[in-house]
């Protein structure tokens, strides 16, 4: 089979009812790479900040989710768009806290991220990398 050069998907996910819907299309799409079978680490890291990422959009943007998965070769590219125009601030959580983890949890599983303001809202991003002695993710 031959190597994908670039390839994408997108997928709007309602308040509500799309966290979990998320992690399983994520997961669809990481299978179609490869990387569930090649980079389960990684890809279980992509589902993880899929999660995060989706639950900010819902929770603190009050707004529907547009989900974007874009392999470019060499970066699994993740984005999320949310119509709030106000920039993400990560938390120092206690720890009793129920929540105030997830920009943590991004900056520590993806190789970089960061967050673009739009017209209608937000978007953040966070690149993975799938690990340098792992095959490449093959079609």
């Known amino acids: 089979m031959s190597k994908i050069r670039g390839v994408g998907w997108a997928r709007r996910l309602p308040v509500g009812a799309g966290i979990r819907a998320g992690r399983k299309w994520a997961k669809e799409h990481l299978e179609t ?3 569930n079978r090649d980079a389960p680490a990684a890809a279980d ?6 999660s995060e990422l989706i639950t900010n959009a819902h929770v603190h943007a009050r707004s529907d989710a547009e989900l974007v998965l874009t392999w470019d070769g060499s970066c699994l590219h993740l984005s999320v768009h949310d119509h709030s125009p106000r920039l ?8 009793d806290a129920v929540g105030g983890r997830g920009l943590a ?4 599983l993806a190789d970089h991220w960061h967050t673009r303001l739009q017209g209608d809202g937000k978007t953040v991003t966070a690149c ?3 690990p340098v002695d792992g095959p490449e993710p093959t079609a």
Do not use: E, K, N, S
């Not at 890291?45 to 899929?50: D, E, S």
């Not at 993400?88 to 206690?94: I, K, L, S, V």
């Open 33 to 35: 790479l490869g990387w």
């Open 45 to 50: 890291a992509v589902v993880l900040a899929v």
């Open 88 to 95: 993400p601030q990560p938390r120092a959580a206690g720890p």
């Open 105 to 108: 949890l991004v900056d520590a």
């Open 128 to 130: 993975f990398h799938p």
